[in-house]
């Protein structure tokens, strides 16, 4: 079984700073990959970012990144340049075999103008 | 076009009825998935099917029933609602496998049990 923790239920940012949300996973798998998902007002899941497990570079995608700690099992997301619309619950998500997909207890984001 | 869509996207019933979620996809994924999101926006995988095979099967109540009529079809359905059975239940989709292969996840449906 794997377990992913966010240890952040709330964090703010002011807009066009950078903030940093805190992911650790547990799996025993050695095949993996890991997600950050964001979840706005909307309610709709929308992926940030991916990162495979045997990749040792950092994902990044325009303002997002990843720092990946293979050893610590540490996923944590980079914010850049923070803006108003990126106000939502973040969601770390560990996938295992069988498409199993294990998500965090979700860190909520408030930018503030 | 919707890639996964759900209906309803609200669902207000009282204890003891029975009901159903449908979900659809139109991505052409052979994995579809329910997963529930609790009060404190906790969430939990409870039913994949591939291929109209069921994969993977949480500790979830029996009152729970998925059913595949196809790969681009997966609907829920739930006897004798609790109220603990009030959440959003999230459908998703996807290829199957341990690929990174992102879930496309559909608007949910927020079901209250009164």
């Known amino acids: 079984a794997q377990t992913v923790t966010q240890s952040q239920p709330e964090m703010s940012v002011q807009e066009a700073e950078t903030v940093t949300l805190s992911c650790t996973y547990d799996t025993s798998e050695s095949d993996y990959y890991l997600f950050w998902y964001k979840q706005p007002p909307s309610r709709q899941m929308i992926l940030v970012i991916r990162?495979?497990?045997?990749?040792?570079q950092n994902a990044t995608e325009n303002r997002f990144s990843v720092n990946f700690q293979k050893a610590a099992k540490s996923f944590s997301l980079k914010i850049s340049d923070s803006q108003l619309g990126d106000a939502a619950m973040y969601f770390c998500a560990c996938e295992t075999s069988g498409s199993r997909l294990t998500f965090g207890e979700g860190t909520q984001l408030t930018v503030n103008p | 076009d919707t890639a996964v869509s759900q209906t309803p996207k609200y669902l207000v019933t009282q204890m003891g009825n029975d009901k159903s979620i449908k979900c659809e996809q139109n991505?052409?994924?052979?994995?579809m998935y329910w997963y529930k999101q609790d009060s404190k926006k906790f969430l939990k995988i409870m039913f994949s099917y591939n291929n109209k095979e069921l994969i993977i099967n949480e500790t979830v109540p029996n009152r729970f029933s998925p059913k595949s009529p196809d790969k681009a079809h997966l609907n829920l359905h739930i006897n004798s609602l609790e109220l603990g059975d009030s959440a959003v239940y999230f459908c998703?989709?996807?290829?199957?496998?341990?690929?990174?292969?992102?879930?496309?996840f559909g608007p949910g449906t927020r079901l209250t049990v009164t």
């Open positions: 998703a989709s996807s290829y199957y496998g341990t690929s990174g292969n992102e879930q496309y």
């Open positions: 990162q495979e497990a045997y990749k040792q």
């Open positions: 991505l052409g994924h052979d994995t």
